[in-house]
């Protein structure tokens, strides 16, 4: 990264001009700051959103994946944003056949553990429902995707890297 260098003519204190200089060299500093962060943070939620709409849209699940994966800017930065039906049985996965309450790293607290979701028929090794046609599925459930993890993994990986390219 580049330093930044702002200077002050301390020897006159009352020297107005210097004063005036300095203040409109952090303020033009300040701009510059936020500019960056904020190229920063939209770079990392792009990267994020690809990863995780990759791992959605390659996540094995007997029903219908509509998952849709997006970036949308907030005050402080910007956030990834997973949005459908099927988003938590696709992101933490279903069934016992494929899951373990480990099976997905930091699980949050309070989500219902694998298998007992609705009427508990993931607890079975395999079970049948109704598909938009109305026809049975056999399904065994579904591994985890992990597509949010991953985002924030790939996030992880590459903020030290884009963060030099941006503030270089």
Excluded: C
């Amino acid at each position: 990264m580049s330093k930044k260098v702002i200077k002050i003519d301390v020897t006159d204190i009352t020297a107005v001009d210097s004063i005036a200089a300095t203040i409109r060299s952090l303020k033009e500093y300040a701009t510059w700051l936020k500019n960056k962060t904020r190229e920063l943070t939209e770079r990392l939620a792009w990267l994020g959103t690809a990863e995780a709409a990759r791992r959605f849209g390659a996540a094995m699940y007997d029903g219908v994946n509509d998952v849709r994966v997006s970036a949308r800017p907030i005050p402080n930065g910007w956030e990834i944003v997973a949005e459908g039906q099927s988003v938590a049985f696709i992101e933490f996965g279903a069934g016992v056949y494929h899951n373990t309450d480990g099976s997905y790293p930091d699980r949050p607290a309070g989500l219902a553990p694998i298998g007992t979701y609705g009427q508990g028929h993931g607890s079975q090794r395999a079970w049948y429902f109704k598909d938009s046609t109305g026809e049975f599925m056999r399904t065994h459930g579904n591994p985890a995707a992990m597509g949010m993890w991953y985002a924030r993994e790939e996030v992880i990986a590459h903020i030290a890297e884009i963060a030099r390219e941006v503030f270089g």
